[in-house]
T-cell receptor, first 114, second 112 residues
Framework: AQSVTQPDIHITVSEGASLELRCNYS??????LFWYVQSPGQGLQLLLK??????LVQGIKGFEAEFKRSQSSFNLRKPSVHWSDAAEYFC????????????FGAGTRLFVKA | DAGVTQSPTHLIKTRGQHVTLRCSPI?????VSWYQQVLGQGPQFIFQ???????GRGNFPDRFSARQFPNYSSELNVNALLLGDSALYLC???????????FGPGTRLTVL
């Protein structure tokens, strides 16, 4: 069965420090991959996506992610975190079987300290 | 540009009641999907509708149903509410059936 694993339930980084959020997926074919961000009580905002092509993708708000097929990973990075980046981050796989469904990981809560 | 809109924002119901949630997709988007997000978890897929037909269904009981209208808006209906149905219900729209999904702000349902 397809699954998405985000090994870190929560991460705390200092403002201005770099960030890497980990994501591993289990999927037979080349997946559609996404990162979404959710602020408390809000819906999900798309940060970036990978369908094919260049394995390093740029997103909004200075985020980037790298698809590594050999490691089944799609880690999210940002070189310098801002206090406003504090939120819940979800990695997701798009599966086109029985309808197109987005399968989400459990999320990583990011805390930013001054 | 208007994003995905959902109504109502919040809703409180009691066990056994029925609820209808509404979603308007981004203009031009033909597909609407529904997700349930229980507190502390990632969203779980409920339905996808494309061109007014159900195209996919997640592992949810028959108490959950949905439909899509000619203007591509959608309703999610839940009958015989249970306490465990308390969650944030998210609607997502996409241009085509297999495409990036853009999410609305959600409807927070509380069942007492």
């Amino acid at each position: 069965a397809q699954s998405v694993t985000q090994p870190d339930i929560h991460i705390t980084v200092s403002e201005g420090a770099s960030l890497e959020l980990r994501c591993n997926y289990s999927y037979g074919a080349t997946p559609y991959l996404f990162w979404y961000v959710q602020s408390p009580g809000q819906g999900l905002q798309l940060l970036l996506k990978y369908f094919s092509g260049d394995t390093l993708v740029q997103g909004i708000k200075g985020f980037e992610a790298e698809f590594k097929r050999s490691q089944s990973s799609f880690n999210l990075r940002k070189p310098s975190v801002h206090w406003s980046d504090a939120a819940e981050y979800f990695c997701a796989v798009g599966r086109n079987t029985g309808g197109f469904k987005t399968i989400f990981g459990a999320g990583t809560r990011l805390f930013v300290k001054a | 540009d208007a994003g995905v809109t959902q109504s109502p924002t919040h809703l409180i119901k009691t066990r056994g009641q029925h609820v209808t949630l509404r979603c308007s997709p981004i203009s031009g988007h033909k597909s609407v999907s529904w997700y349930q997000q229980v507190l502390g978890q990632g969203p779980q897929f409920i339905f996808q509708y494309y061109e007014k037909e159900e195209r996919g269904r997640g592992n949810f009981p028959d108490r959950f149903s949905a439909r899509q209208f000619p203007n591509y808006s959608s309703e999610l209906n839940v009958n015989a509410l249970l306490l465990g149905d308390s969650a944030l219900y998210l609607c997502a729209s996409s241009l085509e059936r297999a495409d990036t999904q853009y999410f609305g702000p959600g409807t927070r349902l509380t069942v007492l």
